[in-house]
């Protein structure tokens, strides 16, 4: 079973903008009374958290994307976003999302989905 599915990403030119999506499981935890977060990892690099949205929708974002993303979500939906506007290279990685603080835990091993990759390229 997946409990969350990342889609939208792609190959996108350098002053671009994508919308990533992030489906939680209905089934599996409490989508309206957590925090969520995105994650990215780059190759060769740690997972790093970009955006965070509490249950409240009070936001927060690294410093190196404040001003082009915003995170933002649908309870209604069970689904949580990224929009990403002005793209640089340095964006290209797989992005994810998780529950947070901690993440999700299923059969008592950390859960990830499978990400969905953004590549910023010309």
């Known amino acids: 079973q997946e409990h969350l599915v990342e889609t939208g990403g792609g190959l996108v030119q350098p002053g671009g903008s994508l919308t990533l999506s992030c489906a939680a499981s209905k089934n599996t935890f409490s989508f309206s009374m957590s925090d969520m977060g995105w994650y990215r990892q780059a190759p060769g690099k740690q997972r790093e958290l970009v955006a965070a949205?509490?249950?409240?929708?009070?936001?927060k974002y690294a410093d190196s994307v404040k001003g082009r993303f915003t995170i933002s979500r649908d309870n209604a939906k069970n689904t949580v976003y990224l929009q990403i506007n002005s793209l640089k290279p340095d964006d290209t990685a797989v992005y994810y999302c998780?529950?947070?603080?901690?993440?999700?835990?299923?059969?008592?091993?950390?859960?990830w989905g499978q990400g969905t990759q953004v590549t910023v390229s010309s």
């Open positions: 998780n529950t947070r603080p901690f993440g999700l835990k299923i059969n008592g091993r950390d859960y």
């Open positions: 949205i509490t249950s409240g929708s009070d936001t």
